[in-house]
């Protein structure tokens, strides 16, 4: 499972595509939402760098104006500085360098500049300082849209839950335009795509040219798995804007979906290393296309400044069987999106496992159970993934197979989906399904697990094939784990009345541990071969006739051993 990021992050390097009057994720303000661009006419002005969001070139054309006019009254040349450093400090924030965009604000109310504390505010907000941001609210006192519309992403980010529902009905009872694209982002931060996709139609219903918009509703799509549609939708914005980084990503996460990480390399390959906007994007999403090559070195520096490196970084540690290290990453996450409760339900069943911790598998049943039983997700891929992944931890494989059913269309080549599936068959019974599951697995890494091992011998006993069963015990090392399987297989054998490999089995065991009980099944596994000689069974026969039961019972030190070779040999002509 990894987690794309497909839009804009608090990062300085991945640029706000937003306007100033936006504030929150996707869909906040009217970003690409002016598409009349006109050629700058030379001389070039401030309003034509503006227009077309040339951020950086207004910065430079701003910074080139301060020597430009060294005449005029000291009052007027202090006004003009004041309202330089001012535009200064907003391409700063639009060029997502929110800290220096905050200096400069404090700078200039420093030297006396009044009425920018919404200013410093927004700033505050963009660098995640929201306590700061809230108090810097309280000396902010004219009422206008872009107040209300921090105020309402505060109380969410705050937990400032009837502030928020009060915020929230203004909101949606304003016909503002950047008031329903703000509460278009915020359905989007809480995970309600549906809700958000409403919003964003209607606004786009009457302003055809907020181009962004589309971009904003891909994004929802690409969130409710529906790919090709949100590739569609992108391709109206991608026509008029075929560079957008965030549009190009979107694309790429698009295709990783579809296709594969190879494809989805392809399409971001040329803005890899630009160094520009989304560059701390790009290199998250490279990691995620190269399955997790690089992690290490890219992902750790990204953990604040994108939220789905920390998720891909415990993801990437999970597949390296470093539990602890992904445990470490997630314990503070307090999950908000159903992915983050999927994940942290895996590390947490992981975790478990490997200490035998009944307190962590009961925090990955909740989790998992959780999403699986919401309404939103329980008609989803991941929703019933996640049910049948707190069944199996529930031991109710009944249920585990209703779910798993209901989704194995989709994932018929998955090697962990298969490992899965037949651990639940062989569990209620389908052993024959089981096998035929095992055996489609190509991964060496879950081949050579013990459990699939232990799974596997016992599917093939019950399936008729002993001798396989006693071919998976011999390819295994010598370890305590092999004597488990040994286990395993001489008890399998001996109830599916597999007599001469159960034989072949506890005489293994009893040259291992001389114990009564290994001398007990041994025993009654080679009776059990008689057995079968003397009514000619179709099973539980050795090839090689009475012979290979008398070798394996001289072999035995147990004085019982020579007392049935003598009954054996007294009574041979019964059993050829």
Same mark, same amino acid.
Request: charged share 25%.
């Given at each position: 499972m990894e987690i794309l990021s497909r839009g804009k992050t608090d990062s300085a390097s991945s640029r706000n595509a937003t306007s100033s009057g936006g504030i929150g994720g996707p869909g906040v303000g009217t970003a690409g939402g002016r598409t009349n661009q006109r050629k700058a006419p030379a001389p070039a002005t401030l309003e034509d760098f503006i227009i077309r969001r040339d951020y950086t070139g207004a910065r430079a054309f701003l910074e080139y104006s301060n020597g430009d006019d060294e005449e005029g009254k000291e009052g007027d040349k202090d006004l003009q500085q004041q309202q330089i450093d001012q535009w200064i400090a907003y391409c700063s924030f639009h060029l997502g360098d929110y800290q220096q965009a905050l200096n400069q604000y404090k700078s200039l109310q420093e030297n006396g500049k009044q009425n920018l504390e919404l200013n410093l505010a927004v700033c505050m907000f963009y660098l995640g300082l929201y306590e700061e941001a809230h108090q810097m609210m309280s000396l902010v006192i004219e009422s206008n849209p872009l107040k209300q519309r921090l105020l309402f992403h505060l109380a969410h980010k705050l937990g400032k839950e009837e502030q928020w529902v009060n915020l929230l009905e203004e909101l949606q009872n304003s016909p503002n335009i950047e008031q329903q694209l703000s509460l278009a982002s915020m359905h989007y931060m809480r995970s309600h795509y549906q809700e958000a996709i409403d919003v964003y139609k209607r606004v786009l219903v009457d302003n055809k040219d907020y181009m962004a918009i589309n971009v904003y509703l891909a994004l929802c799509f690409y969130k409710l798995d529906y790919y090709d549609m949100s590739q569609e939708v992108l391709d109206v914005y991608m026509g008029q804007h075929a560079d957008s980084t965030i549009a190009i990503n979107l694309k790429a996460c698009n295709r990783f979906r579809l296709f594969n990480g190879r494809v989805a390399e392809q399409e971001i390959k040329n803005i890899a290393d630009n160094g520009t906007f989304g560059a701390d994007l790009i290199k998250h999403n490279l990691v995620v296309f190269r399955n997790g090559d690089g992690a290490l070195r890219v992902l750790p520096g990204l953990l604040n400044i994108i939220p789905e490196a920390r998720l891909n970084l415990a993801i990437y540690y999970l597949k390296q069987g470093e539990v602890q290290e992904a445990h470490a990453l997630m314990k503070e996450l307090q999950p908000t999106s159903p992915h983050e409760y999927i994940l942290k339900g895996v590390v947490h069943a992981a975790l478990g496992q490997q200490l035998g911790s009944k307190e962590h598998i009961k925090t990955a049943q909740q989790n998992l159970h959780l999403v699986g039983s919401s309404a939103t997700e329980c008609d989803t891929i991941p929703g019933r993934q996640s049910m049948a992944s707190a069944f199996f931890l529930y031991e109710q494989f009944e249920e585990v197979?209703?779910? /798993?059913? =209901?989704?194995? =269309?989709?994932?018929?080549?998955?090697?962990?989906?298969?490992?899965?599936?037949?651990?639940?068959?062989? !569990?209620?019974?389908?052993?024959?399904?089981?096998?035929?599951?095992? /055996?489609?697995?190509?991964d060496m890494d879950i081949k050579n697990q013990h459990t699939y091992c232990m799974i596997l011998a016992k599917c093939h006993v019950h399936c008729g094939h002993p001798e396989l069963a006693w071919n998976v015990f011999i390819t295994r090392d010598t370890n305590a784990e092999a004597f488990i399987l040994l286990q395993l297989i001489a008890n399998e054998c001996y109830k599916c009345e597999e007599f001469?490999?159960?034989?072949? !089995?506890?005489? /293994?065991?009893? +040259?291992?541990?001389?114990?009564?009980?290994?001398?007990? &099944?041994?025993?009654? !596994?080679?009776?059990?071969?008689?057995?079968?000689?003397?009514?000619?069974? %179709?099973? &539980?026969?050795?090839?090689?006739?009475?012979?290979?039961?008398? &070798?394996?019972?001289?072999?035995? =030190?147990?004085?019982?051993?020579?007392? /049935?070779? +003598?009954?054996?040999?007294? %009574?041979? =002509?019964?059993?050829?």
């Open positions: 197979l209703v779910y /798993m059913n =209901s989704i194995r =269309s989709y994932f018929v080549n998955d090697d962990i989906f298969n490992y899965n599936f037949a651990q639940a068959k062989c !569990a209620t019974g389908y052993y024959k399904e089981a096998e035929e599951l095992l /055996m489609q697995i190509n001469w490999v159960a034989a072949k !089995a506890f005489d /293994m065991l009893e +040259k291992l541990d001389p114990s009564p009980e290994n001398w007990e &099944g041994k025993r009654g !596994a080679c009776a059990g071969v008689l057995y079968a000689l003397a009514t000619k069974a %179709h099973r &539980g026969r050795p090839g090689g006739g009475i012979s290979e039961v008398i &070798g394996l019972l001289r072999d035995s =030190s147990n004085s019982q051993a020579d007392l /049935m070779i +003598k009954t054996i040999r007294k %009574h041979i =002509s019964s059993f050829k």
